[in-house]
């Protein structure tokens, strides 16, 4: 039996279209399969002379966020304005009025939520957001329905296809960061303010919500240890290549013994990785269950239609729920109630790249350093000496064997202060 769906849309940007596309190229097949009739009524465009170049009746359109999220005739509000206000408190509003939610919006449901997950709960309603974890990647549906029997140990991924984009370019030409940024811009695939992106925070919104569906953990974005590319050099691509690696910015997250550790950050990944192959804008989610075992999710992180394939999957299922009147009766896609604890990082090997000046001992003081502290060299590399200034400077490359970021840093610091190195230039984790 065909049963009519209304949705109601916030924002008609790359993502507000790319859902109206999908739709359109799939709402009679979508029917065919499920009985249902979905049907975009109302659209909140702020600027509604602005032309989106696209074929959408004006009448959908209004500029008041009341039709929407006050309308009685609307079933399910979607949200695609983005940022984190004034996107919550409308879908704050929405499901206090019994409208369940879809959401493309990373930033506002890692800030928000549980505030929104609760919320929806005590309105026996049900919130979604597929799309702001990977894109078009089904992950985590696939989490909360084919996956709910497996306890998970860890997930890794590559969250952001700008980052992976700039990663592989300079893998790939050998080109420095600057120089791929700059393109990647002119290309559109990185924005003119790009520090969302290089500098690890989208990543770590989307971890951070990761981590609520795998590890029923609540932490904070904020709180993950965070960083960016914004630092990777020529010499440590090199060096990863020639080292059998790949640099991935890498969002990962850990159940130890003593709880959960996680950080998003470039990593040195065995190019025969799954995870190493996956090059320029793509994503891939890899995780790590107890019965399903290791498993890789791979496409398009981005894009409006493959995002806008993930909203309507999750009208779809939202839809699937209301019909058979059991909606605050299922497994929620987002849950902050396991208790487990998290607590940072956790020991890793690491890459560390420094400058010593070439002449003996140098070397011997170093390692004895390490020595003294407990951290284990496994190998060392010297590049070929070059003049700099008035004197020869060579590169000496570390990896070093598992251990706590605060103590490495404690030791390196040391060795920089004794003079005995002039640089230090990169530090990375090797995961191997
Ligand atoms: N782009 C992607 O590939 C991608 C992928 C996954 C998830 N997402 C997420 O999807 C969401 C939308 O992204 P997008 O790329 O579609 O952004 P966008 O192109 O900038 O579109 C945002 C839309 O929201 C409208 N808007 C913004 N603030 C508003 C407000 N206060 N009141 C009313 N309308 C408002 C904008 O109106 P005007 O056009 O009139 O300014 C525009 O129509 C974000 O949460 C983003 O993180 C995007």
Same mark, same amino acid.
């Given at each position: 039996?065909?049963?009519?769906?209304?949705?109601?849309?916030?924002?008609?940007?790359?993502?507000?279209?790319?859902?109206?596309?999908? +739709?359109?190229?799939?709402?009679?097949?979508?029917?065919?399969?499920?009985?249902?009739?979905?049907?975009?009524?109302?659209?909140?465009?702020?600027?509604?002379?602005?032309?989106?170049?696209?074929?959408?009746?004006?009448?959908?359109?209004?500029?008041?966020?009341?039709?929407?999220?006050?309308?009685?005739?609307?079933? =399910?509000?979607?949200?695609?304005?983005?940022?984190?206000?004034?996107?919550?408190?409308?879908?704050?509003?929405? &499901?206090?009025?019994?409208?369940?939610?879809?959401?493309?919006?990373?930033?506002?449901? %890692?800030?928000?939520?549980?505030?929104?997950?609760?919320?929806?709960?005590?309105?026996?309603?049900?919130?979604?957001? /597929?799309?702001?974890?990977?894109?078009?990647?089904?992950?985590?549906?696939?989490?909360?329905?084919?996956?709910?029997?497996?306890?998970?140990?860890?997930?890794?991924?590559?969250?952001?296809?700008?980052?992976?984009?700039?990663?592989?370019?300079?893998?790939?030409?050998?080109?420095?960061?600057?120089?791929?940024?700059?393109?990647?811009?002119?290309?559109?695939?990185?924005?003119?303010?790009?520090?969302?992106?290089?500098?690890?925070?989208?990543?770590?919104?989307?971890?951070?919500?990761?981590?609520?569906?795998?590890?029923?953990?609540?932490?904070?974005?904020?709180?993950?240890?965070?960083?960016?590319?914004?630092?990777?050099?020529?010499?440590?691509?090199?060096?990863?290549?020639?080292?059998?690696?790949?640099?991935?910015?890498?969002?990962?997250?850990?159940?130890?013994?003593?709880?959960?550790?996680?950080?998003? /950050?470039?990593?040195?990944?065995? %190019?025969?990785?799954? +995870?190493?192959?996956?090059?320029?804008?793509?994503?891939?989610?890899?995780?790590?269950?107890?019965?399903?075992?290791?498993?890789?999710?791979?496409?398009?992180?981005?894009?409006?239609?493959?995002?806008?394939?993930?909203?309507?999957? $999750? =009208?779809?299922?939202?839809?699937?729920?209301?019909?058979? $009147?059991?909606?605050?009766?299922?497994?929620?896609? &987002?849950?902050?109630?396991?208790?487990?604890?998290?607590?940072?990082?956790?020991?890793?090997?690491?890459?560390?790249?420094?400058?010593?000046? $070439?002449?003996?001992?140098?070397?011997?003081?170093?390692?004895?350093?390490?020595?003294?502290?407990?951290?284990?060299? /496994?190998?060392?590399?010297?590049? %070929?000496?070059?003049?700099?200034?008035?004197?020869?400077?060579?590169? &000496? =490359?570390?990896?070093?064997?598992?251990?706590?970021?605060?103590?490495?840093?404690?030791?390196?610091?040391?060795?920089?202060?004794?003079?005995?190195?002039?640089?230090?230039?990169?530090?990375?984790? =090797?995961?191997?």
């Amino acid at each position: 039996m065909k049963q009519l769906i209304r949705v109601g849309m916030l924002g008609i940007g790359n993502i507000g279209r790319g859902t109206w596309q999908a +739709l359109a190229m799939n709402h009679d097949r979508i029917l065919e399969s499920t009985g249902l009739d979905i049907e975009i009524v109302k659209i909140l465009n702020r600027h509604p002379d602005k032309d989106r170049g696209i074929d959408i009746p004006k009448e959908k359109y209004t500029a008041e966020v009341g039709d929407i999220l006050d309308n009685p005739e609307i079933d =399910i509000v979607v949200e695609l304005i983005g940022g984190i206000e004034p996107a919550t408190e409308y879908m704050a509003r929405a &499901l206090s009025n019994g409208k369940s939610v879809v959401t493309a919006n990373k930033a506002a449901i %890692a800030a928000n939520g549980r505030y929104l997950v609760d919320l929806a709960q005590q309105n026996h309603v049900l919130i979604r957001c /597929e799309a702001a974890v990977a894109g078009g990647i089904p992950i985590l549906t696939s989490l909360t329905t084919a996956l709910l029997s497996n306890s998970f140990s860890e997930v890794h991924g590559i969250l952001n296809g700008t980052t992976n984009y700039i990663l592989t370019q300079m893998t790939e030409y050998g080109n420095d960061y600057a120089q791929v940024l700059k393109e990647a811009q002119n290309k559109g695939f990185a924005e003119a303010d790009p520090a969302a992106d290089v500098e690890g925070y989208d990543a770590a919104n989307k971890l951070s919500i990761l981590m609520s569906i795998i590890f029923g953990a609540e932490v904070s974005p904020e709180d993950i240890p965070t960083r960016g590319i914004t630092t990777i050099a020529r010499e440590d691509i090199e060096y990863s290549l020639n080292a059998g690696y790949r640099i991935k910015l890498l969002a990962s997250a850990k159940k130890g013994k003593k709880g959960l550790y996680a950080n998003v /950050e470039p990593v040195l990944i065995p %190019a025969g990785h799954p +995870l190493a192959a996956v090059s320029n804008e793509f994503n891939a989610v890899f995780v790590k269950g107890n019965a399903v075992d290791d498993l890789m999710f791979y496409g398009r992180g981005a894009g409006p239609l493959p995002t806008g394939s993930a909203v309507l999957g $999750d =009208i779809i299922g939202i839809a699937r729920k209301l019909e058979k $009147d059991s909606a605050y009766d299922i497994v929620p896609q &987002l849950r902050y109630d396991s208790g487990v604890k998290f607590i940072g990082e956790g020991a890793s090997k690491y890459y560390v790249r420094m400058t010593v000046t $070439d002449r003996p001992g140098v070397l011997g003081r170093i390692t004895t350093t390490f020595g003294q502290f407990g951290v284990s060299v /496994e190998a060392v590399r010297q590049e %070929a000496p070059y003049e700099s200034g008035k004197e020869r400077v060579a590169a &000496l =490359i570390f990896r070093i064997f598992e251990v706590e970021r605060p103590l490495l840093y404690y030791v390196l610091n040391k060795i920089l202060n004794e003079n005995i190195i002039k640089s230090i230039d990169n530090i990375m984790r =090797i995961e191997d």
